[in-house]
């Protein structure tokens, strides 16, 4: 998952809002480590973000969904005096600056800042210079700390879907590729690459080893004289690494998964998110009777008990099947 | 595969007048079907089998129903909530149903498509049909075909239902009797690789709660940092308006979630600080040590009054304990190199441990408090795996390779990438590695007590020595052999390593500096410091707590293979006071020449060792020694004799409960041959067989044991209470 996911766009007339908002969801999740608190923020702050006008009062905020007390409070606060406390006194806190920082880099989790920070690594320099003390995934987010911090345009993600595309079907016809994440969603800009592949001779009985055999491993060989630049890390059904266009573009992070067919619908769901709206799927599901996750579709039982899952032959038909209206993916931000 | 009867409909939600319930009662499958009211989104009908079956595959035929699920419930117990059997399966898309056509569907279920409650017998089935997305048509169920699996013999593949080849079929899968057990007895052959695998997951186990221990919590500090940086803020109106009760007060669903994950954390918290008290205890045990050996302490000032006025308490205490006059000059430089750095009291020992250990691993990636350090040898030296490979890196590689070799193991019961960690360790100790126990294998590292492989290897009638993992990595830290017992797997065979602070855990010095080698200087002054030693008629020693530790008589004895088994001769029950005359007896003899003087101290170091032991148990000598010793009769008489004649060696030697593994067998099974033996013969050869009991005896062994053992805690403590008077 991207560590540079931003609800807000340009036409955003809430934009300042969502920035300290999402600044204080950020802090929540790396430094107090409380997951509640941070969906909390980044609830308030995507649906701020959907609002077509700007909010005047935090009275006028907290009508909205996912905007309670404290969060519209905030609000006036900052429309009052333009600046929060809690966000200057994170700001002076040098600690909360340097685990934030180190989150940045790719395969730096917060957990992992904090012993940082606790060993006394505080920045992108410090890390350079312990390059020892990192495995290989944060190696790389480090060597590409700058590239993997811009964000890559459409255009160029289209270009690479080109690729991918000629690469696969030069292995075998019957591959269905898809990119998703915030590119299939239609944004101008992403923050990675999600590549999801299939073939019909994928199956999940064929168990996690054997599916689709070298299929993976394959296509990445031979990625690996035209696209990709480095391997984070690869399995039989999921690869980590980096790509590069061409020499004057920057370095992307490219992320590939083999899915079994069966599950082919339900991970397309999944990894087009975006986050929010898959969580609002998936109550709606439950409302319905049914379970959804990014394998399958299951009714659930009387007794509570999921059913088998049922057969999916497209993205369209989850809607159905849950009767929810279907949204295109450019309308699930 | 028999068809069961449905002997009647015992309850349904609704039905429709031309298509009543009980046309589901028909044994032919016709035109008749059961649905139905208009409108409803679901209905059920309960059915009542003809008697109580196990069911090994049921078909439905289900009419413009979408979702259809089956339960299953027994007619005497009609309160217990209904099982699942087949959970819900789609017959028609929402599509479909919508549109109404191909509204006939047929599937059936088997095998694996069953819950694993149609294993047991029911004699009520009940079926839940929904359609969520058409509410304009009556659904139903065309018909119910239940069968149970055959009863005798031959077995013949279902026959899958013509119908349902329109649809899915099902696979033809079936229980046989006893094909389950048939299946899990397949699938528990490899016992190895499940033990390997049950282990793997307790060491996840493990390693995850000492992750979660390691990783504080940086949302107290920064809390309280809020909450300082708030405070004066609250006095102000408007912070008092946006604040109040902000993030500080636990009241709400959030915090109070997390205020409880903050408590669980802090339980496992406090598990590795209990074993710090223990370790606190042990502290204590060994000041009890020392008290009662004033004398001998009096006696030691003098003599090395130079040298001992710095020294730490591990050094007192063993040197007490060890009587004995000889300090030659080697160890006298040893001594003034080690008060160096030590100081009184464990703490500060164990901080200087962590320097000696960051200086030889100054690329470590992690910094670990001295508190985790002590922690960390009061386990036997397992910390992070990580630091130990680190340690193999540095220049010590040539003398590391020496440490184990000629040894050859076998690791049993340890998994990736736990397995492999050892792998690296044993082969740059000099160590060779086999797959499978063998006639050359002379050391098992296994996981635990017990694995098959330790079990194959006790059965193929060697001498097995079976230590932990630890034992490799404490060999890395130490930079030489420590006697395996220290981490022996089975506890019979286990010797209680000295406490943390011990210089026995200390790295041996660098590979020979010029100052400490044997120059003749230094042999010809020994030889003076001994003969001064002889003439003052008392045992000589070395004392301890110089650089090298109690394991190093192995290095300089080169290839004599048994010398690890050395401490239990010594330490065995029954003769103790022969081994120690005997020791006694050669300090006599020994004439000059550098073997001898080997000898002597190699011998001596043994009785040091026993009394090392002692120092860590004495007092209130503990309970499980006894129950680990299991001695029998004679052996404590001769126990209780030897204690007393051999009064300055063991002292508190007698009640170390030293010989678990070693006294065991011999005192049972052979008990005066055995003794005898081991304690006269003049080599140590290596006899395996008396290590363990032979089968045979061993049964009725513990029961006479178990008889001994209650007899024996009697007189071991009025002999010791006599003792220490």
Redesign the interface.
Known sequence: MSKRKNPSNNSNVNADFCDFLIELSEYEKN????I??YN?YKKAASVLAAHHKRIESGEEAKKLNGIGD?IS??I??FL??GKL??LE?IHQ?E??QA?NLLTRVSGIGP?KA??FVR?GLRTIEDLRKNQ??LNHHQNIGLKYFEDFEKSIPRSEIEEIEEILKKNINSIGAEFSVTVCGSYRRGKAYSGDIDVLITHPSVKVSDGKKKRGGEVLKKLINKLNESLITDTISIGATKFMGVCRLSKELPYRRLDIRLIPCEQYYCAVLYFTGSDVFNKSMRAHALE??FTLNEYSL??????G????P??ITSEE?IF??I?YPYKKPEERN | MPRVKIDYVVSFSSEDQDNQVNNLLAWEVGKKRWLCKKGESSCSVVLQLARAVQISAIHIGAYQAA?V?V?AGRSETPND????VV????FL???ESRRAAAADRVRSFSGA?L?AAAAQRWDRLRL?C?Q??NNHCQYGLSFVHVYEPERAGNMAAPPAAAAAAAVESSDEDDYRPGQLFAAVHTASADTGAQIRKATSQILKNILDSSKLVK?P???NS??K??IA??AP?TSRD??G???TD??NEPHSK?DQ??ERHRHEKKDRDDAPKTNVRDGDSNKKHNKDVAKLSVKHEKKERDDASKTNVKDNNNDKKHKDVTDSSDNSSKTNKHNAHHTKHSDNGNKRDSMKRKRDDDESSS?S???KTAKDKSFDADNGGSSNPDEILSLLNDDNAAQLARVLAGACLVLSGYVHPQRARLQRLARALGARLLPAWGPACTHLICAFPSTPKLQKAYASGQVVRAARGEWLQACVRARRRLPWRWFASERRQRLPPPPPGHPAWNPSPPPPAPDDSDTDDDIEKVLQQQKRARSSQSPSRRPAGTGEGAGEEEEEEGDDTDTELRPRRVYGAGRRRRSSSRAAGRCRTSSTGTRSRSRTTSATRSIRACSIDTSRRTGASSWTGHRRRRPTWTTWCAAAAAAAAAAAAAAGGASAPTGCGAATPRGGCCPAAGAVCSALSPSPSPSPSPRYYCNKCTNTMYTINLFFYLMCIVTYSQSFSSLSM
Request: proline residues 8%; aromatic residues 4%.
């Open positions: 430094v107090s480590r409380n509640h608190k909390a404290k409070k905030k006036d606060e009052q005096t406390k809690k006194n806190n600690e909360v685990v957990v904090a012993q060993d020892d003390k319905q009777g299951r009714p659930i039982g009387i007794t008990v999921p059913g088998e049922i057969h038909e159905e099947y009767n | 979702l699920e339960l909530p209904y099982q699942v959970p819900s399966c789609v898309s929402p599509g498509q819950a839940v929904s969520p997305y990783s919590i940086i949302k920064s809390k940092q809020n940086n708030d803020s408007r912070d308006l946006v604040y902000e993030d959030i979630v997390v690329r990636p992690h910094h």
